[in-house]
């Protein structure tokens, strides 16, 4: 067992404090509590026909009652087999109203899966009335949740989506080798969520529509705004605002986008990515979340930097193409990569632990992107809650590092109480093809926990706000 460990560097507590395992670790946390919605990267992709193999089942979901600490537990590993196969499940919980209302299910997930979880995730979650999901919106799109309140802040919100829209249309242009013929045009052709992500950005920071015109020979092509008096020309913040007024856009924004961290650890590790594996087409499916500047502006307000995890995220920082490199390198590796799984699965059972044991920069950063991001499906949910009273469910399709906060909202605030658990299994895998008895398997998972047990309790001596 110890040489399986040496062959990753990890049989000492030294590694806990090594870059490579904060590294990790933020990857983990990423997986279960943050998943980005990029252009071009939101609707389920054609794909082959699924092949299952005899340890890849289809994932089932079993509804049972809570123990007594089900309220801690979101992610678990499961042996079958007598520890022959090792399982990691997420769990959906479901709440009743105390009097009239929809029932509310808390839908946790894993952002890299096998197949046949999200399969299973798509069907249950296609049974809802409503599904109010997480995705990080591009800058400018969607409404301005009360971040644009003065002239100058709705000006510099026009910018944004000025710009915004300048990228889609330009990355239309060569995608089709044509401008598109209108606004409407350009929202028809992008993903169905991902559409609706960016129609608020179709008006200004006053909430005017957009002016676009296309050359006739479609070589160039421009975007207005009116201004805060919506009438052409004007000073001040009556002025117009053009998209031709700003510095060009650039090849790396309008250019194909580099694969995410996120995507480059689900395929070394044979997985699905969460936004390549979901339907997120359907009409009663909403987009619930913030806005990347709008993540930015919370961080800012926290005294906290989130451009390291948005480097990662878009796999442009070092650390993004230095894990892309050892991704690369385990992905040629059969054993390797179940190694590696088994080692996620693990980690991803004690996501929730590790968030917790984030101080300082890192605990501030994990703050924004679960505490703040939640009063914004909070806010969603509680819309439906007084206007629309026909609806008979609702699914909050999020990381399952938003469910404990989520929950004491819903019970709490909002009354609910607890129903069931419906756990489903995220990740499989036979440990004999990581080269280890179940016995080997056991201990690996052991030393796994006691690393993240020595993680927290390193996260509890970090003074607050260091």
């Not at 992709?45 to 600490?69: F, M």
């Not at 002025?239 to 070394?268: F, N, Y």
Request: proline share 5%; aromatic share 6%.
């Amino acid at each position: 067992m110890r040489d399986t460990a040496l062959r990753f560097g990890i049989s000492t507590p030294a590694f806990s404090r090594r870059p490579a395992w904060r590294g990790l670790v933020l990857i983990v946390v990423v997986c279960h509590a943050f998943v980005s919605l990029a252009p071009g990267a939101v609707a389920r992709q054609s794909a082959a026909p699924e092949t299952r193999t005899a340890t890849q089942p289809a994932a089932q979901q079993v509804a049972q009652p809570a123990a007594k600490d089900a309220a801690l537990l979101l992610a678990r590993v499961v042996e079958e087999n007598d520890g022959a196969i090792v399982r990691m499940e997420t769990v959906t919980r479901t709440f009743k109203p105390s009097g009239a209302g929809p029932i509310v299910h808390l839908v946790g997930v894993t952002h890299i899966g096998d197949r046949a979880y999200y399969d299973a995730l798509q069907q249950f979650l296609n049974q809802q009335s409503i599904v109010l999901f997480e995705g990080v919106k591009p800058g400018g799109a969607g409404d301005a949740r009360g971040a644009a309140t003065t002239d100058e802040e709705r000006a510099k919100l026009t910018e944004r989506r000025l710009r915004l829209l300048g990228i889609l249309i330009e990355q239309s242009r060569r995608a089709s080798k044509s401008l598109p013929a209108s606004l409407d045009d350009l929202e028809q052709s992008l993903p169905r969520a991902l559409s609706r992500a960016l129609h608020g950005a179709r008006s200004d920071g006053w909430n005017h529509p957009i002016g676009y015109i296309a050359a006739p020979d479609g070589a160039t092509f421009d975007l207005t705004s009116r201004g805060s008096d919506d009438a052409p020309g004007g000073e001040g913040f009556a002025a117009d605002l053009k998209l031709s007024q700003q510095k060009p856009l650039t090849d790396s924004e309008v250019g194909e986008r580099q694969e995410g961290i996120q995507t480059k650890l689900a395929s070394a590790l044979g997985l699905e990515f969460q936004l390549a594996a979901i339907d997120y087409s359907k009409p009663n499916w909403r987009n619930s979340d913030m806005s990347i500047d709008q993540v930015q502006r919370k961080l800012q307000e926290a005294g906290a930097s989130g451009e390291q995890l948005f480097r990662m995220l878009d796999g442009s920082s070092m650390m993004a193409k230095f894990a892309g490199f050892l991704l690369n390198f385990i992905k040629a590796s059969p054993q390797m990569q179940s190694s590696v799984k088994l080692m996620m699965m693990e980690m991803l059972s004690h996501a929730d632990e590790l968030m917790e044991a984030q101080g300082g920069e890192q605990g501030k950063l994990m703050s924004v992107i679960v505490l703040d991001r939640n009063a914004a499906v909070l806010d969603d949910l509680r819309a439906i809650l007084k206007d629309e009273k026909n609806v008979e469910s609702v699914a909050l399709f999020y990381g399952a590092g938003h469910l404990p906060d989520l929950e004491k909202h819903l019970t709490q605030e909002f009354g609910y109480r607890f129903e069931s658990d419906r756990w489903f299994p995220a990740i499989s895998m036979e440990v004999a093809k990581a080269g280890m008895s179940p016995q080997q398997a056991r201990q690996y998972r052991q030393m796994m926990t006691q690393m993240i047990e020595r993680q927290k309790a390193a996260g509890k001596k970090k003074p607050a706000g260091k």
